[in-house]
């Protein structure tokens, strides 16, 4: 069959990935760790194209008209809460000319028979991308399907149930990244703007009750597979890595066995998500050694009792230690936060703000408390009446408050957000040890215009 893997286009820039979506906080755009995934297991049986109408800028029109040059019978296209209205009246046209809509994102993880009871245009909802659900559904084998939601031939929906988390092992064939525009993506942390973004596990063990990720199980690949992805990425002249595994060393052996790997190689340039507790001696110096130079690392808050109400299952002091030697190791860090859960106040918010300066973070990223589909959160934020279980529309990065807090509205709420970003970014020496730390002229560039970018969105 001819198969389009789809990122909509979009009135803004928007993130469609990994079950969630939100808003680009500033100019950002890493590839849909999906869809990358899917084009090796499905270019294995199909004459597969991709069509990234995000990365490309295309307008509804611009993209209507390459999806007719291509002429698919099959499109998977990415959703999201974010984008939901656009997504739905474009997929539904696109249905209207004869193909096959499938979709997966963070607005079909849950309650998706009820999405395609409501949207007739959709005919099946994946709910895993690392395997080959996809692949057999298109061929007709629904007795292989480990989780899906579809309709069967009397129109009827229903939810194939397997493995409702995964576990162990999962193998892919190789990531088509060729397959994928040449421009149009940028990541914030890279050094070169040519990059990649690769996927070594997927889920993730810990219970962090707003995170969605949480909710998939945990399952590695091989580091032998890993491997010959970023062989055929360094083949292509590509050495930039951006992995999106949410705990990279959360099997430490693994990691020291993809790191040396790396190291070998000796030409690797890369950015990593880790937990705090997990940035030991040992793994830091085995990842720089490796080609790492940014580290993305939890916060969240700097109130204890909060992180163990959301299950982080570290505290403050881990926080501190764990950043401390991220710097000792040489490695750029990019703290992550989220504000506005239920029981922010203006006073938690500050501790944070000082928080987040005490650790003398390269990056700051706030991100506003969203109900995501399948998560406890949201469960918990609709019992106390602070959303609707009808919300679907909702932004997770930050251009909007969803939420209010029991003492905080939402405009409140997001005026603290917008002036955390200024009080972070805007402090004299930060500027200029910013400026001092570039050390290329594309760096420098790259920087400056997402510095830009994100205080433009927070004035």
């Not at 286009?9 to 979506?21: E, H």
């Given at each position: 069959m001819r198969v389009l893997l789809l990122n909509p286009?979009?009135?803004?820039?928007?993130?469609?990935?990994?079950?969630?979506?939100?808003?680009?906080?500033?100019?950002y755009l890493f590839h849909p760790i999906d869809l990358v995934v899917m084009s090796g297991t499905l270019a294995e049986h199909h004459d597969v194209r991709v069509l990234d109408c995000?990365?490309?800028?295309?307008?509804?029109?611009?993209?209507r008209a390459r999806i007719d040059a291509f002429?698919?019978?099959?499109?998977?296209?990415?959703?999201?809460?974010?984008?939901?209205?656009?997504?739905?009246?474009?997929?539904?046209?696109?249905?209207a000319r004869g193909r096959r809509i499938l979709a997966?994102?963070?607005?079909?993880?849950?309650?998706?028979?009820?999405?395609?009871?409501?949207?007739?245009?959709?005919?099946?909802?994946?709910?895993v991308f690392t395997n080959q659900d996809v692949v057999h559904y298109l061929a007709g084998r629904l007795v292989e399907v480990e989780e899906m939601t579809v309709r069967d031939e009397h129109a009827r929906v229903?939810?194939?149930?397997?493995?409702?988390t995964q576990r162990g092992v999962y193998r892919v064939p190789r990531p088509r990244h060729e397959l994928f525009p040449e421009r149009g993506y940028h990541f914030s942390f890279a050094k070169h703007a040519r990059f990649a973004t690769v996927l070594s596990d997927y889920g993730c063990p810990y219970q962090c009750t707003f995170c969605v990720i949480s909710t998939l199980g945990f399952q590695t690949r091989p580091v032998a597979d890993v491997l010959v992805e970023i062989d055929e990425l360094r083949s292509r002249g590509i050495r930039e890595i951006f992995f999106l595994d949410q705990t990279f060393g959360i099997q430490k052996p693994r990691a020291l066995e993809l790191c040396a790997a790396l190291a070998e190689r000796g030409d690797l340039s890369w950015t990593a998500f880790t937990r705090p507790d997990h940035a030991s001696d040992e793994l830091l110096d085995a990842m720089v050694r490796a080609g790492c130079h940014t580290l993305i690392m939890?916060?969240?808050?700097?109130?204890?009792?909060?992180l163990a109400k959301y299950r982080k299952a570290y505290e403050v002091s881990d926080v501190i230690e764990g950043f401390a030697n991220a710097k000792r190791h040489g490695l750029r860090t990019v703290g992550t936060f989220i504000i506005g859960l239920p029981e922010e106040t203006e006073e938690t918010l500050q501790r944070t703000l000082e928080l987040a300066i005490e650790l003398d973070l390269d990056f700051m990223s706030l991100n506003m408390a969203v109900p995501r589909f399948g998560t406890p959160f949201r469960a918990r934020t609709i019992e106390l009446g602070l959303a609707d279980?009808?919300?679907?529309?909702?932004?997770?990065?930050?251009?909007?408050?969803?939420?209010?807090?029991?003492?905080?509205?939402?405009?409140?709420?997001?005026a603290m957000k917008k002036r955390m970003v200024r009080r972070f970014y805007l402090r004299p020496g930060y500027l200029w040890r910013r400026f001092r730390g570039a050390k290329s002229l594309?760096?420098?560039?790259?920087?400056?215009?997402?510095?830009?970018?994100?205080?433009?969105?927070?004035?």
């Open positions: 286009p979009g009135l803004q820039v928007y993130i469609r990935d990994y079950f969630c979506s939100k808003t680009t906080k500033s100019n995000i990365a490309e800028r295309l307008s509804p029109d611009a993209a002429a698919p019978e099959v499109i998977v296209s990415l959703v999201g809460s974010v984008s939901w209205d656009e997504d739905r009246a474009f997929l539904a046209d696109q249905a997966l994102g963070d607005v079909l993880h849950e309650r998706a028979e009820l999405r395609l009871a409501e949207e007739p245009w959709l005919e099946a909802a994946l709910h229903w939810r194939i149930r397997g493995r409702r939890g916060v969240e808050t700097a109130d204890n009792e909060l279980a009808g919300d679907l529309v909702m932004d997770q990065g930050g251009a909007d408050a969803f939420l209010p807090t029991r003492t905080l509205d939402r405009d409140s709420m997001l594309y760096e420098f560039g790259a920087q400056a215009r997402e510095g830009l970018a994100l205080l433009l969105r927070n004035t």
